[in-house]
């Protein structure tokens, strides 16, 4: 991904994880509470198989319509 798109996407997982603060719901590996900004990002890893950087610049819509997906969604 190009650095403008990947600059983009890195902003749209930080709002994600802004939204999502407090929604996740508790885990027994995250005693102190599970981090919003770290899940979105290893979510869209697991789902794309890469990291938002590497993605290809012509899956920008699908990765965003993901997070948004995740938004609404919070596990």
């Known amino acids: ?3 403008k798109n990947a600059s983009k ?3 749209i997982i ?3 994880g802004d939204y999502l603060k407090g ?3 508790d885990h027994p ?3 102190k509470g599970r981090n919003p900004y770290a899940h979105v990002a290893l979510c ?3 789902k794309f198989s890469s990291s938002y950087k590497d993605i290809p610049d012509e899956k920008f819509d699908e990765v965003r319509n ?3 997906f995740l ?3 919070p596990s």
Do not use: C, F, S, T
């Open 1 to 3: 991904m190009n650095k």
């Open 9 to 11: 996407l890195w902003k």
């Open 14 to 16: 930080q709002e994600a």
């Open 23 to 25: 929604q996740l719901p």
């Open 29 to 31: 590996n995250h005693p």
């Open 44 to 46: 869209v890893k697991h």
């Open 66 to 68: 993901y997070i948004d």
């Open 71 to 73: 938004k609404k969604n």
